[in-house]
């Protein structure tokens, strides 16, 4: 574990605007906006500034792109680029995140939620999710619950506009922000709480269907 110094105190309702704009460009495959958003989602959620955001973002956006290619994707190319990124943050934050299981376990949620699109059920994705926080967070499974659960139903959310055929304006995306919203503020206060964290202090990935 480190030092709480190194803790980044990240915005809830604008990492939750910037995942959902992630999200958004991700199923539009609209990459170069992928990668735009991903850096300044990295900034709000690890505190990363200048070229190491953009690097982070990049790791990020190479992973999600290889993932997403349907049905030729290319998981073993994502679990690549996310340990990168893993390494990476505990080289610039002094995190001391396991870098195999935290990438195994965030392609794994990947996975699990493409398995379970849209499904009503979305415990088998929270599993997974808290599994995921838990690792990188450096905290009882526990104490994440509650952030993996609401980020699951944000993410149900985004897979019913998808089903929808992704309209604009929509209620879903406006009740997706607010999950994801309530999901960071669950984790802050899981954070406070809980055992010194290892630093990151968001979103490494927002992967999709």
Do not use: C
Not at 26 to 50: D, P
């Amino acid at each position: 574990m480190i030092n709480k110094t190194w803790f980044h105190r990240f915005d809830p309702a604008r990492v939750a605007h910037l995942e959902r704009a992630n999200y958004l460009a991700y199923y539009r495959r609209q990459w170069f906006t992928l990668l735009r958003v991903s850096i300044a989602l990295v900034r709000e959620a690890f505190g990363f500034t200048g070229l190491d955001a953009l690097h982070a973002a990049y790791l990020i956006a190479r992973a999600e792109i290889a993932f997403a290619t349907f049905p030729k994707n290319n998981p073993r190319q994502a679990e690549h680029s996310m340990r990168r990124f893993y390494a990476f943050l505990n080289a610039r934050r002094g995190s001391r995140i396991d870098v195999d299981r935290a990438a195994r376990l965030d392609v794994r949620w990947w996975q699990i939620h493409r398995d379970h699109f849209a499904a009503d059920d979305f415990a088998p994705l929270s599993d997974a999710l808290a599994d995921w926080l838990a690792e990188v967070y450096g905290l009882e499974r526990e104490q994440v619950l509650e952030a993996a659960r609401r980020r699951a139903y944000g993410i149900l959310r985004s897979d019913r506009w998808v089903r929808d055929g992704m309209p604009e304006p929509s209620a879903l995306l406006d009740q997706e922000v607010l999950a994801l919203t309530a999901s960071y503020a669950a984790l802050l206060r899981a954070l406070a709480a809980g055992p010194e964290p290892n630093p990151a202090p968001a979103v490494p990935s927002t992967e999709l269907s």
